[in-house]
C-alpha cells in the first residue's frame, strides 16, 4: 500500500521561498505514475498546484506557473513542491497524492495526511 | 482557469438520496468525461470517490453514483448514512494538462 508523507517548514515568511518535500512509501516513484501537489487554505476549497511523473517531466497550474517548481527525485524516492515570492494567500494545507492509475490523470487515489505551512512575518 | 461551481450546502434524512451538483463550461465538465469526486471528512485528507464521471474506485460503496449532463456532473448519495457527512468535492480536466476544482459543498445528514 503507497503511504505519503509531507515534510517541511510550518511557517514561511513573505516574499520568501515555501518548499515542501514528500516521502513515499511502498511504492517506487521510478515504477511511473503521476505525482501532485494540490492545497487548501483554510476552511476553503482545493486548488491543483502541479503534478510531476517519474522521468521529470511537470504540469503546472497556469495560476501559479513562474511560482511553482516540481521535481522528482528517485534515487531517494521523494517528489518536491518549491514556491517562491508566497505571500499570506499562499497560507495552506499542503497535500502530496498519487493518480489512480499509470496514466495521464489528475485524478489522485493516494493523499498525505497534509500539512499547514503559514505565511507570514 | 475558474473554479467549478458547487452548492455551499446540501442535506438530507438517514436514508434518503440527495445529489450533489458540480457545474462548469464547454472547455471543462462539458468536454470531457474526466470528473472526479472526492469526499473529504474535518481535518482530514480527500478521499477518492469517483472518477471518469460515473467509476467507482474499489471499496467504495455502490450508494454513491456519477452522472453528467452538458456542462453540470452530479454525484448521487442514496441510502444517506451518518458517516457521509463531509466536504465534497469535483474535479475535471479543463485541457492543456491543466485540472480544475469546485468549490466544495458540505453535506450534512439531519
Known amino acids: 500500500q503507497v503511504h505519503l508523507q509531507e515534510s517541511g517548514p510550518g511557517l514561511v515568511t513573505p516574499s520568501d521561498t515555501l518548499s515542501l518535500t514528500c516521502t513515499v512509501s511502498?511504492?517506487?516513484?521510478?515504477?511511473?505514475?503521476?505525482w501532485g501537489w494540490i492545497r487548501q487554505p483554510p476552511g476553503k476549497g482545493l486548488e491543483w498546484i502541479g503534478t510531476?511523473?517519474?522521468?521529470?517531466?511537470?504540469y503546472y497550474n497556469p495560476s501559479l506557473k513562474g511560482r511553482v517548481t516540481v521535481s522528482v527525485d528517485t534515487s531517494k524516492n521523494q517528489f518536491s513542491l518549491r514556491l517562491t515570492s508566497v505571500t499570506a494567500a499562499d497560507t495552506a494545507v499542503y497535500y502530496c497524492?498519487?493518480?489512480?492509475?499509470?496514466?495521464?490523470?489528475?485524478?489522485?487515489?493516494?493523499w498525505g495526511q497534509g500539512t499547514l505551512v503559514t505565511v507570514s512575518s | 482557469q475558474s473554479a467549478l461551481t458547487q452548492p455551499p450546502s446540501a442535506s438530507g434524512s438517514p436514508g434518503q438520496s440527495v445529489t450533489i451538483s458540480c457545474t462548469g463550461t464547454?472547455?471543462?465538465?462539458?468536454?470531457?468525461?474526466?470528473v472526479a469526486w472526492y469526499q473529504q471528512h474535518p481535518g482530514k485528507a480527500p478521499k477518492f470517490m469517483m472518477y471518469?464521471?460515473?467509476k467507482r474506485p474499489s471499496g467504495v460503496p455502490d450508494r454513491f453514483s456519477g452522472s453528467k449532463s452538458g456542462n453540470t456532473a452530479s454525484l448521487t448519495v442514496s441510502g444517506l448514512q451518518a458517516e457521509d457527512e463531509a466536504d465534497y468535492y469535483c474535479?475535471?480536466?479543463?485541457?492543456?494538462?491543466?485540472?480544475?476544482f469546485g468549490g466544495g459543498t458540505k453535506l450534512t445528514v439531519l
Open positions: 510531476v511523473y517519474h522521468s521529470g517531466a511537470t
Open positions: 471518469e464521471v460515473s
Open positions: 511502498g511504492y517506487s516513484i521510478s515504477n511511473g505514475y503521476y
Open positions: 497524492a498519487r493518480v489512480y492509475n499509470s496514466g495521464w490523470t489528475g485524478d489522485f487515489q493516494h
Open positions: 474535479s475535471s480536466y479543463a485541457g492543456g494538462n491543466n485540472w480544475v
Open positions: 464547454s472547455s471543462d465538465v462539458g468536454a470531457f468525461n474526466y
